[in-house]
């Protein structure tokens, strides 16, 4: 996949939604297209999280405590926290088929970070405005 169409697939993520074109396209420089084979684990829970993960083509089985608690499809992405944080990945996600990851890894995200540093306000706007929205959600149940 060219650098246009990662670009493209990263704008749609709402982590990223915040950032420039030109933003996006020094993401998307680090990012890489990675084959999953359907049954295989894209990551564990509770194993620490070193990277994010943007599902470009197939499924995806999210399972805690070995119980299937949601499926992803294409344009829907996990381990958004694992580029800021090494805490333990909270669920499994399996490939539920083949399965085409664009892949960031948190060292290569920090090397973005480090060349462009504006970015990391825009991503700390962008988690703040998601950790009220849970909030607001959380409090009116």
Avoid: C, W
Wanted: proline share 4%.
């Amino acid at each position: 996949m060219a650098r246009d169409g990662k670009v493209e697939q990263l704008a749609k993520v709402s982590l990223f939604r915040g950032l420039s074109h030109k933003e996006l396209q020094a993401v998307a420089a680090a990012a890489d297209i990675v084959a999953v084979p359907a049954d295989n684990d894209v990551v564990v829970e509770g194993t620490p999280g070193h990277d994010f993960y943007l599902i470009l083509n197939g499924t995806a089985s999210v399972r805690r405590d070995g119980h299937e608690v949601a499926t992803l499809g294409p344009g829907e992405s996990f381990g958004e926290l694992a580029l800021l944080t090494h805490a333990p990945r909270n669920a499994t996600v399996v490939a539920a088929t083949d399965t085409e990851l664009l892949v960031i890894g948190q060292r290569q995200f920090h090397a973005v970070l480090d060349t462009v540093p504006a970015m990391a306000y825009k991503l700390l706007v962008t988690m703040a405005e998601r950790l009220a929205a849970l909030d607001r959600h959380a409090s009116s149940h």
